[in-house]
């Protein structure tokens, strides 16, 4: 027996078919609206510092958080201002919510609905990352912005982890200025494997725009974002 055709993520083309297409203007409506009222019902607070310096920005950016649940994708949505988030994408781990193999009904619901919510797309953290990178590069060409976690996954803990070199890559091809962004109240909210979210409250800490110099190799911007965000954790808001 033949195994299944794998699948392979979205290119920027398809994504933005998909987020413009009625079917996913309809769900999004909806889906917002419960999980506005979700956020009410149990009790779920967000507040930010420095998202002033978002305000000089109509052009892409990159932000670069870490990642400890999944409502930080809402909560960074949330507090953009309207005009940004309307164009910004958010890149998922496409073995985690895609439809990898093409056979599984649930994956492709995930799929549609993380899509319709969080303009979500999937981005390969397994395999090669060269395709992922032209999309994220492509997107951004195109005027969207993009939240990306180049820890890879979701920590368990208050630690950060090594930022991946893919985020210098990016912002190498271009020109991007990427937000370093520190997230945390998250794991406490929505931990993993649970999908009703816990009464607390979240801090988002926005830094200053950062920039690649020319002579700057991809893995020395790479940490120099990820001190940022370190830096904002030791903040302590």
């Not at 990178?133 to 993009?146: A, C, D, P």
């Not at 993993?192 to 700057?216: C, V």
Request: charged share 20%.
């Amino acid at each position: 027996m033949s195994e299944p055709f794998k699948q392979v993520p979205p290119d920027a083309d398809e994504i933005i078919r998909s987020l413009q297409s009625p079917s996913v203007a309809i769900a999004r409506c909806l889906l917002l609206a419960g999980c506005k009222c979700t956020k009410i019902i149990r009790r779920v607070s967000w507040h930010t510092t420095g998202l002033v310096s978002m305000t000089h920005f109509d052009s892409p950016v990159l932000f670069a958080s870490n990642h400890q649940s999944h409502v930080d994708t809402h909560a960074i949505l949330d507090v953009l201002p309207r005009h940004q988030r309307n164009k910004t994408a958010v890149a998922a781990a496409y073995d985690h919510f895609g439809d990898a193999d093409g056979t599984s009904f649930k994956k492709k619901c995930i799929q549609f609905t993380v899509l319709a919510v969080w303009n979500a797309f999937g981005i390969e953290r397994i395999s090669s990352p060269l395709r992922s990178i032209r999309t994220m590069s492509s997107l951004i060409k195109q005027g969207w912005s993009i939240v990306l976690y180049p820890e890879g996954t979701r920590s368990e803990s208050d630690e950060i982890a090594p930022f991946k070199s893919g985020l210098g890559v990016v912002a190498k091809l271009t020109e991007c200025p990427v937000i370093p962004v520190f997230v945390t109240g998250g794991r406490t909210i929505l931990p993993k494997a649970t999908f009703m979210p816990r009464p607390g409250n979240m801090h988002l800490s926005f830094g200053t725009p950062m920039f690649i110099s020319k002579e700057e190799s991809t893995e020395d911007f790479t940490s120099r974002v990820e001190d940022a965000v370190r830096a904002l954790q030791r903040s302590g808001w």
